[in-house]
């Protein structure tokens, strides 16, 4: 049976000024706008199926995009410090517009690359669409506090990509802590996929 989980906070606002961010810029398809909730803002909060979040912690979303899924982890849980980071300018100029009017105060933005960031580690590292496994491992592992877990949000069929990042997880003395499935609450099937990279 797939995961569930129940979302605590209310999206209305961040839904209506999302769209409205969205008719400006690009940052999700126009057929999925009517599925927002659905597939984008519950995916992102899927998180919560790992138990790994606890207040005080840092999270950075690497490629964050559109704000998935660093925007509503800021809002459903405003006792962790959320950094977004992408190195398109309009993007986060649009996250931008989003966090001023939510008034998310635990919403850092950078607009760098992730090979880029110096002198900061992280509770967590997500990203969720960036790329393959085995290059965004190349990333995320050296982002990360040695006590902490890299969170990649991917497909049901990620066993593949497992396999390809054998040699990078070796190289960080890193493994695959989890694997946790879910379904999207969406009216075809859609399931994904959790996964959680920790060091040795």
Known sequence: ???KFNINKDFTEYIKIFLEENSKINLISKNDEKVLLEKHIYDSLSIKLTNKLKDN???LDIGCGGGFPSV???IEYPMI????IDS???KINSLNNIKNKLGLNNLTTICDRAENIKNMK???VTTRAVARLEKIIELALPLL???GYFIAYKSKKVSEEIAESEKILKKYNAYVNDIIEYTLPLEEI???SLVLICFH
Not at 81 to 84: I, K, L, M, N, S
């Open 57 to 59: 912690m840092t999270l």
């Open 72 to 74: 509503p982890i800021a």
């Open 88 to 90: 398109i300018r309009k």
């Open 1 to 3: 049976m797939a995961n």
């Open 81 to 84: 410090q959320v950094y977004g």
């Open 190 to 192: 859609f399931e994904r």
């Open 122 to 124: 992280f509770d967590i």
């Open 145 to 147: 506090k040695k006590d």
